[in-house]
């Protein structure tokens, strides 16, 4: 009788080890704190509704218009940081920002939201040539500025976005980061991609298309 017990017990909790398997093959993981660790939280654990989310914000897009969180409730977004001025990682930044806003230029439930981490120098004039050249589209990829110490704070704080900032805690350095930051239509985030290798934009696509199902 214990043997049958104890076998009852190993199918059980091997049945219960397939389900979570399978439960993350098709859901992505939820990012809590700037190590970017993976953590899946079923919403009938007590976790779930202290998962981090984005802090409400508040900026100007290359139109001028003020852009809040309110505007990307209900949305699917992805986010990065970027400089007008910038020679190296920004125009590969954009090139693939743009590549995935012309993928999803028809789906109203994904946009993209990149700050200027140079907001002294990229004012609303400064933006929209920028937005121009990479050939944003209104109301899809919102390209915004607005007060330096807002903006590097969200970076930080929300974001994780600043690897520097993880070790020296300066907060008077200046924020440089290639991540894509990958943002469900509750404002958690649900990935991290190096925004400038192919095969991170690859695998961002195929979470979007996860995250799309999830929703």
């Not at 939820?30 to 919403?43: L, R």
């Amino acid at each position: 009788m214990k043997l049958q017990t104890i076998l009852l017990l190993i199918i059980i909790c091997s049945s219960c080890k397939k389900v979570d398997e399978v439960n993350r093959s098709k859901t992505l993981p939820f990012y809590n704190s700037e190590d970017f660790t993976p953590e899946w939280i079923a919403k009938t654990d007590k976790k779930y509704s202290k998962i981090h989310t984005i802090a409400p914000f508040e900026f100007f897009n290359q139109n001028g218009k003020k852009i809040t969180n309110k505007d990307f409730e209900g949305k699917i977004y992805i986010a990065d940081f970027f400089f007008t001025t910038c020679p190296s990682i920004c125009p590969v930044l954009a090139k693939n920002m743009s590549k995935i806003q012309e993928i999803y230029k028809d789906d109203d439930d994904i946009m993209l939201l990149s700050h200027s981490v140079m907001p002294w120098v990229d004012t609303v004039r400064k933006i929209k040539e920028y937005a121009a050249e990479k050939n944003a589209v209104d109301n899809k990829w919102h390209l915004v500025t607005g007060d330096r110490d807002k903006i590097y704070n969200i970076a930080r704080t929300s974001y994780f976005a600043d690897e520097d900032f993880k070790k020296t805690k300066d907060e008077s350095e200046f924020i440089h980061t290639e991540n894509f930051v990958l943002v469900d239509k509750k404002g958690r985030i649900r990935g991290v991609y190096n925004g400038t290798l192919s095969l991170e934009v690859q695998r961002l696509k195929r979470h979007i298309e996860l995250l799309k199902k999830e929703s």
